[in-house]
């Protein structure tokens, strides 16, 4: 409902503006080609509003048959910024881990500092040994936390108590309503929200909270939001004039960000005042720790307490729409394709047996399982490109040169659907991870990009197929998920930073 506002006051806002800002664009627009140098190539840009027209809604379609066209390294122009977009898998390694250092920046977007204020390490940090520093932090404090003890359970650490214990709760909580609905099925999506939000929340803050609060509601949906309005291709980063302007949008935008903040805000100040060394309670704890543990004269000096403290934000707002989104479209591969789900439960029948709940200590075992969740990030490819990124030096990629300071997207739906790595590429196929003798093929496994690569790759990759495999077990182990009768099944999807399929219900019933 929200998109569809923004989408609209954006669009006619585009009309508007063009005729009564033309010229103030025009002194805006792009920077000069230097006689001599070789600049990618690209389509040509219109007078004005660059190639933004050319491109369409489905930015990962047009610049994957772009690619065609101009090759791995292309340039283009949205509005006033130039953005080069690279493509295939070479290059693109090549790029982010033989040349890290000069692709591991971030773009001054408009909507990067709104979020993030200067303080994140995802979004608003200069590239330098003080952001270095800052992300070994944030993965310190994510590890040693999830490796933790766990508290009241034979769980191998409290990573996976969390996650088998929200897991189960949602299970129940489906099987429940599933039996009251009968054929005509539910809608997943509500369960899996607050069952995944749970976890990075008990992580993040050490509190979980029932499915019907309030606040916790309206943090979730706020996330979702911000996210939404976030993608790769926001207006206002590509014509500044936007942020100008009153826009409904993006005042709503920085609203909820605003009410985000205040959330955290409040959530810190708290484990401020209760602080007990003896007892580290959750990742904030770890990070208020790590900042009293610190002399004043160690490199940590670089980072202040807020910065330190406030990672715990990053850690927050990537943990769980990533997730929810990549249980949403797993589901939606299982009831459209019942053969596969069928091989799936053989191999967990067969793992785990109908004792016990799967656990991570299962998922060496299960290479199908872990195949399909492959497959599913492949095929769905929900996270087309990754965060925008930025170059830190004047730099040459391909024999083309990219000035310090340009705007880089990474075609990661391109590399997963390319012909030449896969074949056929719009099959949905998890075998094509399995060796003959069924072992994961770790030479096609990395061939699948969905977390980045490098310097800026996710940090919580290894923490999210593990959260990824417990809950879709989980829900298998119990619990028979099949289409409605009559629904037919849409594999498409709308654009954004994470792309969500269309609404679907499936119909649930109780295993043996
Ligand atoms: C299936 C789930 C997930 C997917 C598909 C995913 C994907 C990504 C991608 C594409 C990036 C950007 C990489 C780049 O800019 O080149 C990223 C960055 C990041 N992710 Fe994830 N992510 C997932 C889950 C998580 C989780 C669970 C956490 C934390 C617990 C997390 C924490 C982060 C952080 C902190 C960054 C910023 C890294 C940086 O800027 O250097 N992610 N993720
Ligand atoms: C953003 O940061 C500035 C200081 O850098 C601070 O005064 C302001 O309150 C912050 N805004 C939000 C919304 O956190
Ligand atoms: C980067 O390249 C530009 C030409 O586009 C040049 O003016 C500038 O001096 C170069 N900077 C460095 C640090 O080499
Ligand atoms: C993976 O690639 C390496 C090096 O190219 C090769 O030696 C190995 O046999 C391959 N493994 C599989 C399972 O195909």
Known sequence: MYLEEIYRTTTSGVTLLLCAFALLLLALRGRQRGPGCSFPPGPRPWPLVGNLFQIGEQIHLSLTNLRVQYGDVFQMQMGSLVVVVLSGYSTIKEALVRQGEAFAGRPDLFTFSAVANGTSMTFSEKYGEAWVLHKKICRNALRTFSQAEPRDSSASCLLEERICTEAMEMVEALKEQGEKVGDSGLDPVKLLVTSVANVVCTLCFGKRYAHNDKEFLTIVHINNEVLRLFAAGNLADFFPIFRYLPSPSLRKMVQYIGR?????????????????????????????????????????????????????????????????TGLQWSLLYLIKFPDIQAKILQEIDNQVGMNRFPQFKDKPNMPYTEAFIFEVFRHASYMPFTIPHCTT?????????????????????????????????????????????????????????????????????????????????TLLHRLHIENIPGQELDLSSTFGLTMKPRPFRIKISPRN
């Open 260 to 324: 985000m903040n205040s959330f955290m805000e409040r959530n810190i100040r708290e484990h401020l005042v209760t602080f007990d060394r003896n007892c580290i309670r959750d990742i904030t704890d770890a990070l208020i720790a790590m900042c009293e543990d610190r002399q004043e004269d160690e490199e940590t000096a670089m980072l202040s307490n807020s910065q330190i403290v406030h990672s715990v934000i990053d850690i927050f707002g990537a943990g769980f729409d990533t997730i929810i």
């Open 393 to 473: 030096e004047n730099i040459t990629l391909n024999g083309y040169f990219i000035p310090k300071d340009t705007c880089v997207f990474i075609n990661q739906y391109q590399v997963n659907h390319d012909m030449d790595i896969w074949g056929d590429p719009e099959a949905f196929r998890p075998e094509r991870f399995l060796t003959l003798s069924g072992h994961l093929n770790k030479n096609v496994t990395e061939k699948v990009m969905i977390f980045g690569m490098g310097i800026r790759r996710c940090l919580g990759d290894s923490f999210a197929r593990l959260e990824m495999f417990v809950f879709l077990t």
